[in-house]
């Protein structure tokens, strides 16, 4: 029997802290809650939205519909041979404590992807990404639930349709698909990647030459934490903006005004900008708005200071996108999905 809630303040369950309500709420624990749920005609009739851990959503008003909290958790490991490795998650693993157990496991793949907010269900989703390392580079596939035909559906990496912070999940199956698990082809053998600047220069103070995977994930934690703010301290959800993909002819105009520009070949064509250099060269770096304010270390990260609601934040989120645009001719797009 599931135990829909209602009325719940979603307070706890979005790392922004924002305080609004939820119709109904209900955690799925096991794939076949999915079914039973979808079974039922009424609930069928609500809005709803699927969460993990609530890292990467903005609640502008209170949700007047069901919110689905995925609480599938599990983790397996599958021998594939002498080199590789599946580790199969439930939806509802925190994704840190996936990477923890696979560093602890010397499984290769997803160290550089350390501490990063949010569920393992989100991580194909959102093609999570971090220090030169995306999800689609070690995707084997996962499991979905297909919510007009109550049955389920394994995707491959193909068919996700990764995209830089982009999915198939994102855009045509969007609210069609609820994953349930994820599989990661991980390695046996040390494949460290560390050819982010940032990684280099810690583990060089460090006065580690061989890294292991497991100094690779605790440097990427140490940068993490010096850049971004606790959710469990200060409500945020991570970066908030997607750094802005232009392509090169743009970024030779913008480096004859501003020759410190921050940016990243992606291939021939395109060029990955910095947003949160853009965002600080505008001067929004540790600014505070009201209860809301960018974070001091790291102008990428929005935060609840306290007390800010939902709109506030978006509000403040506008403001420094017509800024960026002004001084740039860029455009941030908000890597948050806002409700």
Same mark, same amino acid.
């Given at each position: 029997?599931?135990?829909?809630?209602?009325?719940?303040?979603?307070?706890?369950?979005?790392?922004?802290?924002?305080?609004?309500?939820?119709?109904?709420?209900?955690?799925?624990?096991?794939?076949?809650?999915?079914?039973?749920?979808?079974?039922?005609?009424?609930?069928?009739?609500?809005?709803?939205?699927?969460?993990?851990?609530?890292?990467?959503?903005?609640?502008?008003?209170?949700?007047?519909?069901?919110?689905?909290?995925?609480?599938?958790?599990?983790?397996?490991?599958?021998?594939?041979?002498?080199?590789?490795?599946?580790?199969?998650?439930?939806?509802?693993?925190?994704?840190?404590?996936?990477?923890?157990?696979?560093?602890?496991?010397?499984?290769?793949?997803?160290?550089?992807?350390?501490?990063?907010?949010?569920?393992?269900?989100?991580?194909?989703?959102?093609?999570?990404?971090?220090?030169?390392?995306?999800?689609?580079?070690?995707?084997?596939?996962?499991?979905?639930?297909?919510?007009?035909?109550?049955?389920?559906?394994?995707?491959?990496?193909?068919?996700?349709?990764?995209?830089?912070?982009?999915?198939?999940?994102?855009?045509?199956?969007?609210?069609?698909?609820?994953?349930?698990?994820?599989?990661?082809?991980?390695?046996?053998?040390?494949?460290?990647?560390?050819?982010?600047?940032?990684?280099?220069?810690?583990?060089?103070?460090?006065?580690?030459?061989?890294?292991?995977?497991?100094?690779?994930?605790?440097?990427?934690?140490?940068?993490?934490?010096?850049?971004?703010?606790?959710?469990?301290?200060?409500?945020?959800?991570?970066?908030?903006?997607?750094?802005?993909?232009?392509?090169?002819?743009?970024?030779?105009?913008?480096?004859?005004?501003?020759?410190?520009?921050?940016?990243?070949?992606?291939?021939?064509?395109?060029? #990955?900008?910095? @947003?949160?250099? &853009?965002?600080?060269?505008? *001067?929004?770096? %540790?600014?505070? /708005?009201? +209860?809301?304010?960018?974070? #001091?270390?790291? @102008?990428?990260? &929005?935060?609840?200071?306290? *007390?800010?609601? %939902?709109?506030? /934040?978006? +509000?403040?989120?506008?403001?420094?996108?017509?800024?960026?645009?002004?001084?740039?001719?860029?455009?941030?797009?908000?890597?948050?999905?806002?409700?």
């Amino acid at each position: 029997m599931l135990n829909i809630q209602r009325n719940i303040s979603l307070k706890p369950y979005n790392t922004f802290g924002i305080d609004v309500k939820a119709a109904y709420l209900v955690e799925i624990t096991k794939k076949e809650d999915l079914q039973t749920l979808f079974s039922d005609s009424e609930l069928m009739k609500l809005n709803r939205l699927v969460i993990g851990g609530g890292s990467n959503v903005l609640f502008t008003q209170d949700f007047e519909g069901l919110i689905i909290k995925m609480g599938i958790n599990f983790i397996q490991q599958h021998e594939v041979d002498a080199t590789e490795v599946l580790v199969q998650a439930g939806a509802g693993v925190v994704w840190n404590d996936l990477v923890k157990y696979c560093v602890a496991n010397g499984f290769t793949g997803i160290e550089n992807l350390s501490l990063i907010p949010g569920s393992v269900g989100a991580s194909p989703v959102q093609n999570i990404g971090a220090y030169g390392v995306e999800i689609k580079d070690v995707f084997e596939s996962c499991e979905a639930f297909d919510i007009a035909t109550g049955t389920f559906k394994i995707f491959t990496k193909e068919d996700c349709e990764f995209g830089y912070r982009d999915s198939i999940f994102k855009q045509r199956l969007k609210n069609k698909y609820i994953i349930t698990s994820v599989s990661y082809k991980l390695s046996h053998q040390p494949n460290i990647n560390t050819s982010y600047g940032a990684i280099e220069a810690e583990l060089k103070t460090r006065g580690i030459v061989n890294p292991t995977i497991k100094d690779v994930s605790d440097v990427v934690s140490t940068i993490r934490v010096s850049k971004l703010p606790d959710p469990s301290t200060i409500g945020n959800a991570g970066s908030f903006f997607k750094n802005p993909i232009v392509k090169k002819e743009k970024v030779e105009e913008l480096l004859v005004k501003f020759p410190d520009l921050v940016h990243y070949n992606v291939d021939k064509k395109n060029v #990955k900008l910095a @947003a949160g250099w &853009l965002i600080e060269q505008c *001067g929004w770096k %540790g600014k505070v /708005v009201g +209860n809301t304010g960018t974070w #001091k270390n790291q @102008a990428l990260v &929005l935060v609840n200071h306290g *007390g800010a609601t %939902g709109e506030e /934040v978006f +509000n403040f989120s506008d403001l420094i996108i017509s800024s960026v645009a002004n001084k740039f001719d860029v455009f941030l797009e908000r890597e948050v999905n806002v409700i």
